[in-house]
Nanobody, 125 residues
Framework: QVQLVESGGGLVQAGGSLRLSCAAS????????VGWFRQAPGKEREFVAV????????NYAASVKGRFTISRDNAKNTVYLQMNSLRPEDTAVYYC??????????????????WGQGTQVTVSS
């Protein structure tokens, strides 16, 4: 398994930007697709974005498409989530994850083996 640590969360006004980082250790992240999920109080954990092992394929939730960008630097074992045009409804704890296994699809949180501890993102109106 790979160990994941998120950073970069914080408080930002609506319309602002944040960049989250997910640093991997142990078995390197380059062997995995890596995803971002988020969970707001009282809500289910929801898919945000995922990037393939090579970084050539990205997928996004409809709610963030065009505003968020996922990228990775395998030399640094780090995956990033650039979040622009933030909205109050983006407020949540953001988690990075890796180790997707069959038969789950990338947007199903149940399929992932490794999770970070999460980083809080709060967007004020």
């Amino acid at each position: 398994q790979v160990q994941l640590v998120e950073s970069g969360g914080g408080l930002v006004q609506a319309g602002g930007s944040l960049r989250l980082s997910c640093a991997a250790s142990g078995r390197t992240s380059s062997t995995y697709a890596v995803g971002w999920f988020r969970q707001a109080p009282g809500k289910e954990r929801e898919f945000v974005a995922v990037i393939s092992r090579s970084g050539g394929t990205m997928n996004y939730a409809a709610s963030v498409k065009g505003r968020f960008t996922i990228s990775r630097d395998n030399a640094k074992n780090t995956v990033y989530l650039q979040m622009n045009s933030l909205r109050p409804e983006d407020t949540a704890v953001y988690y990075c994850t890796a180790g997707l296994s069959e038969p789950y699809v990338f947007s199903d949180h149940r399929g992932y083996a490794s999770w970070g501890q999460g980083t809080q993102v709060t967007v004020s109106s």
